[in-house]
Protein backbone atom coordinates (compact mmCIF):
# COMPACT_ATOMS: atom_id res chain seq x y z
CA UNK A 1 0.00 0.00 0.00
CA UNK A 2 0.90 3.23 -0.52
CA UNK A 3 3.39 4.56 1.64
CA UNK A 4 1.97 8.32 2.47
CA UNK A 5 -1.46 6.36 3.24
CA UNK A 6 -1.86 8.83 6.89
CA UNK A 7 -2.24 11.61 4.20
CA UNK A 8 -5.16 10.53 2.66
CA UNK A 9 -7.66 12.28 4.80
CA UNK A 10 -6.25 15.14 4.07
CA UNK A 11 -6.25 14.88 0.58
CA UNK A 12 -10.16 13.73 0.56
CA UNK A 13 -10.52 16.98 2.11
CA UNK A 14 -9.23 19.19 -0.23
CA UNK A 15 -10.53 17.42 -2.97
CA UNK A 16 -7.49 16.94 -4.99
CA UNK A 17 -6.74 13.96 -7.00
CA UNK A 18 -3.74 11.66 -5.92
CA UNK A 19 -1.65 9.19 -8.47
CA UNK A 20 -0.48 6.88 -5.76
CA UNK A 21 0.31 3.60 -6.44
CA UNK A 22 -0.06 0.55 -4.62
CA UNK A 23 1.00 -3.16 -4.61
CA UNK A 24 -1.83 -4.69 -6.88
CA UNK A 25 -3.93 -7.48 -4.70
CA UNK A 26 -4.05 -8.96 -8.42
CA UNK A 27 0.80 -9.69 -8.05
CA UNK A 28 1.67 -13.03 -7.43
CA UNK A 29 4.64 -13.19 -4.26
CA UNK A 30 6.39 -15.37 -6.88
CA UNK A 31 6.86 -12.44 -9.06
CA UNK A 32 9.67 -10.09 -8.96
CA UNK A 33 8.77 -6.34 -8.61
CA UNK A 34 11.62 -6.23 -11.51
CA UNK A 35 10.60 -8.45 -13.49
CA UNK A 36 6.80 -8.14 -13.22
CA UNK A 37 4.52 -10.53 -15.68
CA UNK A 38 3.60 -8.64 -18.25
CA UNK A 39 -0.35 -9.55 -19.30
CA UNK A 40 -1.79 -9.95 -22.90
CA UNK A 41 -5.14 -8.62 -23.00
CA UNK A 42 -5.59 -10.18 -26.42
CA UNK A 43 -3.78 -12.87 -27.88
CA UNK A 44 -2.86 -13.00 -31.78
CA UNK A 45 -5.20 -14.33 -34.12
CA UNK A 46 -3.81 -17.17 -35.86
CA UNK A 47 -2.44 -15.62 -39.67
CA UNK A 48 -3.13 -12.62 -38.44
CA UNK A 49 -0.55 -9.96 -37.56
CA UNK A 50 -1.34 -7.73 -34.84
CA UNK A 51 0.90 -5.08 -33.39
CA UNK A 52 1.61 -4.23 -29.96
CA UNK A 53 0.35 -0.95 -27.61
CA UNK A 54 2.69 -1.37 -24.43
CA UNK A 55 0.60 0.57 -21.39
CA UNK A 56 3.60 1.27 -19.31
CA UNK A 57 2.97 2.50 -15.50
CA UNK A 58 1.90 2.19 -12.00
CA UNK A 59 -1.31 0.78 -9.92
CA UNK A 60 -3.50 2.84 -11.98
CA UNK A 61 -1.97 0.76 -15.03
CA UNK A 62 -2.25 -2.31 -13.11
CA UNK A 63 -6.16 -1.92 -12.47
CA UNK A 64 -5.60 -2.08 -8.26
CA UNK A 65 -8.70 -3.02 -6.14
CA UNK A 66 -10.68 -4.43 -9.19
CA UNK A 67 -10.59 -7.04 -12.16
CA UNK A 68 -8.08 -7.03 -14.40
CA UNK A 69 -10.87 -7.07 -17.10
CA UNK A 70 -12.22 -3.85 -15.73
CA UNK A 71 -9.10 -2.04 -16.32
CA UNK A 72 -8.90 0.68 -18.74
CA UNK A 73 -6.02 -1.06 -20.73
CA UNK A 74 -8.07 -3.94 -21.13
CA UNK A 75 -10.83 -1.73 -21.98
CA UNK A 76 -8.67 -0.07 -24.89
CA UNK A 77 -8.29 -3.96 -26.15
CA UNK A 78 -12.37 -4.12 -26.31
CA UNK A 79 -12.44 -1.46 -28.45
CA UNK A 80 -10.03 -1.93 -30.34
CA UNK A 81 -11.84 -5.69 -31.04
CA UNK A 82 -14.87 -4.07 -31.99
CA UNK A 83 -13.60 -1.90 -34.18
CA UNK A 84 -11.52 -4.68 -36.29
CA UNK A 85 -8.13 -2.70 -35.28
CA UNK A 86 -5.16 -4.97 -35.68
CA UNK A 87 -3.41 -3.84 -31.92
CA UNK A 88 -3.00 -6.36 -28.95
CA UNK A 89 -2.97 -4.55 -25.86
CA UNK A 90 0.21 -5.44 -23.27
CA UNK A 91 -0.06 -4.42 -19.45
CA UNK A 92 3.26 -3.46 -18.33
CA UNK A 93 2.04 -1.89 -15.07
CA UNK A 94 3.53 -2.45 -11.71
CA UNK A 95 1.61 -0.90 -8.49
CA UNK A 96 4.00 1.62 -6.12
CA UNK A 97 6.45 1.99 -9.28
CA UNK A 98 8.11 5.07 -9.26
CA UNK A 99 9.76 6.81 -12.03
CA UNK A 100 13.44 5.60 -10.83
CA UNK A 101 11.82 2.14 -10.43
CA UNK A 102 9.96 2.33 -13.95
CA UNK A 103 13.44 3.56 -15.54
CA UNK A 104 15.36 0.59 -14.08
CA UNK A 105 12.48 -2.43 -15.11
CA UNK A 106 12.27 -1.02 -19.11
CA UNK A 107 15.21 -2.72 -20.46
CA UNK A 108 13.23 -5.50 -19.57
CA UNK A 109 9.88 -4.66 -20.55
CA UNK A 110 12.22 -3.71 -24.22
CA UNK A 111 12.61 -7.07 -25.11
CA UNK A 112 8.51 -7.44 -26.03
CA UNK A 113 8.44 -5.34 -29.69
CA UNK A 114 6.16 -2.64 -29.82
CA UNK A 115 4.40 -0.45 -32.30
CA UNK A 116 2.80 1.87 -29.35
CA UNK A 117 4.43 2.92 -26.11
CA UNK A 118 1.82 4.62 -23.32
CA UNK A 119 4.00 6.06 -20.22
CA UNK A 120 1.63 6.76 -17.12
CA UNK A 121 4.62 7.14 -14.21
CA UNK A 122 4.92 9.88 -12.04
CA UNK A 123 2.17 10.41 -9.15
CA UNK A 124 4.59 8.05 -6.45
CA UNK A 125 7.03 10.49 -7.29
CA UNK A 126 5.26 13.35 -6.46
CA UNK A 127 3.60 11.88 -3.64
CA UNK A 128 6.59 11.38 -1.95
CA UNK A 129 7.99 14.47 -2.69
CA UNK A 130 11.09 13.46 -4.96
CA UNK A 131 13.04 16.50 -6.60
CA UNK A 132 11.07 17.07 -10.09
CA UNK A 133 14.55 16.94 -11.86
CA UNK A 134 15.05 13.76 -10.80
CA UNK A 135 11.07 12.61 -11.74
CA UNK A 136 12.03 14.53 -14.71
CA UNK A 137 15.62 12.59 -15.21
CA UNK A 138 14.16 8.94 -15.23
CA UNK A 139 10.84 10.19 -17.40
CA UNK A 140 13.44 11.01 -19.82
CA UNK A 141 15.76 8.12 -19.88
CA UNK A 142 12.53 5.81 -20.20
CA UNK A 143 11.74 7.84 -23.35
CA UNK A 144 15.35 7.87 -25.13
CA UNK A 145 15.72 4.10 -23.99
CA UNK A 146 12.17 3.14 -25.58
CA UNK A 147 12.87 5.83 -28.98
CA UNK A 148 16.29 4.16 -29.07
CA UNK A 149 15.36 0.49 -29.02
CA UNK A 150 11.64 1.31 -31.63
CA UNK A 151 12.78 4.51 -33.27
CA UNK A 152 9.14 4.18 -35.18
CA UNK A 153 7.10 3.37 -32.10
CA UNK A 154 4.44 5.97 -31.86
CA UNK A 155 4.71 7.85 -28.19
CA UNK A 156 1.94 9.14 -25.67
CA UNK A 157 2.59 10.67 -22.10
CA UNK A 158 0.53 10.52 -19.72
CA UNK A 159 -0.47 13.79 -17.53
CA UNK A 160 -1.03 13.66 -13.60
CA UNK A 161 -1.65 16.17 -10.79
CA UNK A 162 -0.71 15.70 -7.59
CA UNK A 163 -2.64 17.79 -4.24
CA UNK A 164 -0.44 20.62 -2.74
CA UNK A 165 0.65 19.55 0.26
CA UNK A 166 4.07 19.45 -0.89
CA UNK A 167 3.10 23.03 -1.98
CA UNK A 168 1.97 24.98 -4.10
CA UNK A 169 4.88 25.62 -6.21
CA UNK A 170 6.13 21.85 -6.28
CA UNK A 171 2.35 20.38 -7.32
CA UNK A 172 2.26 23.32 -10.13
CA UNK A 173 5.31 22.55 -11.39
CA UNK A 174 4.87 19.20 -11.35
CA UNK A 175 2.08 18.91 -13.64
CA UNK A 176 3.55 21.26 -15.83
CA UNK A 177 7.03 18.89 -15.74
CA UNK A 178 4.79 15.85 -18.11
CA UNK A 179 3.86 19.02 -20.54
CA UNK A 180 7.50 19.93 -21.02
CA UNK A 181 8.51 16.07 -21.39
CA UNK A 182 5.55 15.80 -24.19
CA UNK A 183 6.84 18.77 -26.12
CA UNK A 184 10.40 18.41 -25.41
CA UNK A 185 10.21 14.48 -27.00
CA UNK A 186 7.50 15.54 -29.93
CA UNK A 187 5.37 12.76 -27.51
CA UNK A 188 1.15 12.21 -27.93
CA UNK A 189 0.22 13.90 -25.02
CA UNK A 190 -2.89 12.92 -22.30
CA UNK A 191 -3.03 16.48 -20.12
CA UNK A 192 -4.59 14.31 -16.96
CA UNK A 193 -5.04 10.56 -17.18
CA UNK A 194 -7.44 10.99 -13.98
CA UNK A 195 -9.45 13.83 -15.63
CA UNK A 196 -13.27 13.93 -14.47
CA UNK A 197 -12.53 10.80 -12.08
CA UNK A 198 -9.66 11.97 -9.57
CA UNK A 199 -11.56 13.99 -6.33
CA UNK A 200 -14.63 12.10 -6.96
CA UNK A 201 -15.91 9.59 -4.24
CA UNK A 202 -18.54 7.57 -6.60
CA UNK A 203 -15.94 7.01 -9.35
CA UNK A 204 -13.26 6.06 -6.86
CA UNK A 205 -12.40 3.09 -4.49
CA UNK A 206 -12.91 3.45 -0.78
CA UNK A 207 -9.25 4.60 -0.49
CA UNK A 208 -10.51 7.65 -2.47
CA UNK A 209 -7.24 6.69 -4.88
CA UNK A 210 -7.65 4.56 -7.37
CA UNK A 211 -10.47 4.67 -9.94
CA UNK A 212 -13.56 1.78 -9.14
CA UNK A 213 -14.63 -0.07 -12.37
CA UNK A 214 -16.67 3.14 -13.42
CA UNK A 215 -13.28 5.45 -13.20
CA UNK A 216 -11.51 3.03 -15.71
CA UNK A 217 -14.08 3.40 -17.98
CA UNK A 218 -13.58 7.23 -18.12
CA UNK A 219 -9.57 6.99 -17.99
CA UNK A 220 -10.20 4.43 -21.07
CA UNK A 221 -12.08 7.35 -22.91
CA UNK A 222 -9.30 9.97 -21.62
CA UNK A 223 -6.41 7.51 -23.17
CA UNK A 224 -8.54 6.99 -26.26
CA UNK A 225 -9.06 10.37 -27.17
CA UNK A 226 -5.34 10.78 -27.89
CA UNK A 227 -4.53 7.06 -28.62
CA UNK A 228 -7.18 6.76 -31.55
CA UNK A 229 -5.38 9.28 -33.88
CA UNK A 230 -2.03 7.43 -33.86
CA UNK A 231 -3.69 4.10 -34.85
Not at 131 to 146: A, C, F, G, H, M
Not at 164 to 169: D, F, L
Not at 200 to 225: F, R, Y
Amino acid sequence: MCKAIAKIGFFLIMGFPLACSQRSKQESPAVSPALPQIKKEAEPDSGKSKKNIVFYGNSLTAGYGIDPAEAFPHLIQKKLDSLHRPYQVINAGLSGETSSDGNTRIDWVLRQPLDIFILELGGNDGLRGIPLSETSRNLQSIIDKVKSKYPAAKFILAGMKIPPNMGQKYSSEFSTLFRQLAAKNHLSFIPFLLEGVGGIPELNQSDGIHPNVEGHKIVAENVWKVLEPLL
